[in-house]
C-alpha cells in the first residue's frame, strides 16, 4: 500500500499548497479525529449534504443510517464525497483581510456501497460503537431484527483523498506596528461531566472505562 492517495484532478490541490497532503497518515489524522462528517450526493441532478458519523477501517469508511432515507436507499454504486472539518481557533489580524481560522480538514471520495447482508452489517455497527467506546457493545441490550432492518450501513474504500491544515500565527507579521491586537483565540471539544438519564437507577454508574474517557477529554 501506497503512502500517498493519487492526485487527480478531482482531488489535487489548487491553493495554499502548502497546507495540503494527500498522505493517508495525515487524511487518517483528520478522519479519526473529527466523529461528524459530511457525505456528498447527486440525487436526481440536485446535490445534497448529509451529516452523519463515519468510522473507519483502515481505508475503508462506513457510515449509518435510516433505512428510510431515500438518500442512502439511492445511494448504491454512486461517486460520493465525504468531508471532515475541526475549527480550532480563530486568527485575528490587523485588518479584517487577514483574519483567518485554524483548522484540520480531510475530503475523501469513492464509491458508496451499501451492506446488505444482515450479519456484516451487525458486525459494522459493532465496529462503530467499539470505535468511540471500546467494550460497551457487550454489556448492551442485544440489538432486534427490527433495529438492524431500520438501520442502513454504508461503507466506500477511499480512492483519492486530500488533507488541509492551517496552524499559525496571522499572517501579517510585517503590519506589527500597526496597533491591533493580533494573535490565536483557541478553540477546543471536549467531554463535560456525565449527565445521568433521568429515569436511571442509582444503583447503576458510570462505567470506569467511560469515566477514563472523560478524563482523558478526547472525543475519539
Not at 475530503?107 to 462503530?128: W, Y
Amino acid at each position: 500500500m501506497k503512502d500517498e492517495y493519487p492526485t487527480t484532478e478531482r482531488s489535487r490541490l489548487r491553493r495554499k499548497h502548502d497546507r495540503g497532503s494527500h498522505q493517508r497518515a495525515d487524511v487518517f489524522a483528520v478522519l479519526d479525529a473529527s466523529p461528524l462528517s459530511h457525505v456528498g450526493y447527486t440525487i436526481n441532478g440536485a446535490p445534497y449534504v448529509t451529516p452523519t458519523l463515519h468510522w473507519r477501517d483502515n481505508d475503508r469508511i462506513y457510515w449509518h443510517g435510516s433505512a428510510a432515507s431515500r438518500f442512502l436507499r439511492k445511494a448504491e454504486d454512486m461517486p460520493v464525497c465525504l468531508t471532515c472539518s475541526i475549527m480550532d481557533g480563530y486568527v485575528l489580524a490587523r485588518s479584517a483581510f487577514n483574519h483567518s481560522i485554524n483548522y484540520r480538514s480531510a475530503m475523501v471520495f469513492g464509491m458508496a456501497q451499501i451492506i446488505e447482508d444482515s450479519d456484516e452489517k451487525a458486525e459494522a455497527l459493532r465496529g462503530f460503537t467499539e470505535s468511540f467506546f471500546p467494550g460497551r457493545w457487550n454489556s448492551l441490550r442485544p440489538m432486534t431484527e427490527q433495529e438492524l432492518k431500520a438501520t442502513s450501513v454504508l461503507w466506500m474504500d477511499i480512492e483519492e483523498a486530500t488533507a488541509k491544515v492551517r496552524n499559525a500565527p496571522p499572517g501579517d507579521g510585517e503590519e506589527a506596528d500597526v496597533p491591533v491586537w493580533a494573535g490565536i483565540l483557541p478553540l477546543r471539544t471536549v467531554f463535560a461531566d456525565a449527565e445521568p438519564a433521568p429515569e436511571l437507577p442509582g444503583t447503576i454508574v458510570l462505567p470506569e472505562a467511560l469515566g477514563e474517557l472523560l478524563c482523558s477529554g478526547r472525543l475519539r
